[in-house]
């Protein structure tokens, strides 16, 4: 599966998923400068992206604990979700996500 | 009021590297101050994830974050290591005698022979808002922290956020502003559920105001802020005036001073030898995950391990004339007797 990512730049990377991987973890082996501080323990809000082009409304819907999280994130939209929570999938083949500003 | 310390090994961060750092530097006798921008110890493991489990700490299945930092310091409690907390190191200066002096911003001064960066990812900063032009508010008309509430008496006030923070303070500033809103993203909270109550109430009474919303923009002159953008959901955009903004999305990890001590940093991080773990600095070690080397891996235990050979080369420099006499606490009476069991 493919994963469409822009950085802050609004450089547009294609990416290789692996199914089973979180979203952050293949954006951070891109070297995409996500955080991710707490590792993908949903625990630091550092991994955040946009899912953008309707994609959104075909992911699993945020756990309450996702939910919570994303209030400290910064910038937050209708279409926020953090990456460490999204799982590679072959239905997500194409998903497109911006990273969010720090 | 600045305080003057010697000591044998000054530790920059109490996260629970730094921690056991006092522990494998107290078996060989060296006594350790260790400064932390937190006010209490553990750093990632009590700020991030207290109530987390952690499954790779050898030895325990399942320990919290917060229990790992409980059992570091009942381990470490022999050696009397002392505690600077709220403090952040600002400055590392190089004495004629060779030893170091850490200087943090409150002024507590450390000269030691030997110094230890275990500062993780850095020192936990409050979040700024990606809000263009926000730093020329800081600190005069935008804050990150509440030090005095009185400061804001007959003020319009803003906050932004969903957690306790931003609750907390809506609630306690409400009585003594001339105005309070408050904007969250979306209407619904992280925080404590008697205060969101709390909060519904005053909005309801309009004391308060509560808009699902987020500031886009500030607007003002020379750090006062005058008014906001504020955008709801569907990015519809409005003003409001306000004179002092409060957001409080939680901390990140900066590196912050650490940046300008000279230690030669690769992509924030600081090289070290893997035989002792000491950076291209003699004198200056790093151990957890703030250093780098070949096959680094950012894991408690191998913070441990590095924290082990550290503490074997810190008494060669802190005890030149001494011969290092390597033992067991399980056969050692003189290990026992520091621990206090023996």
Known sequence: MKIIATDR?????ELEGRDGWTVMEILRDADLPIVAECGGACACATCHVYVEDGWYDKLPAPSDAETDMLDMALAVEPNSRLSCQLTCAPELDGIKVTLAPE | MSTAIETDVAIVGAGPIGLFAVFELGLLDLKAHLVDILDRPGGQCTELYPEKPIYDIPGLPIVTGQELTDRLMEQIKPFGAEFHFSEMVTGLEKLDDGRWTLTTDNETQITAPVVVVAAGGGSFMPKRPPIAGIETYEGKSVFYAVRKMEQ???????IAGGGDSALDWTLNLAPLAKSLTLVHHRDGFRAAQHSVNQMRELAEQGKIKFHVASVKALHGEGGQLEAVTLADRDKKEWRHDCDTFLPFFGLTMKLGPIANFGLNLHENLIPVDTAKFESETPGIFAIGDINTYAGK??????GFHEAALMAQAAFHI???????RFQYTTSSSSLQKKLGVA
């Open chain 2, 318 to 324: 802190c005890r030149p004339n001494e011969k290092l």
């Open chain 2, 297 to 302: 891996l950012k894991l408690i235990l191998s």
């Open chain 2, 152 to 158: 804001f008496r007959d003020k319009n006030i803003l």
């Open chain 1, 9 to 13: 730049d609004g450089k547009e990377h």
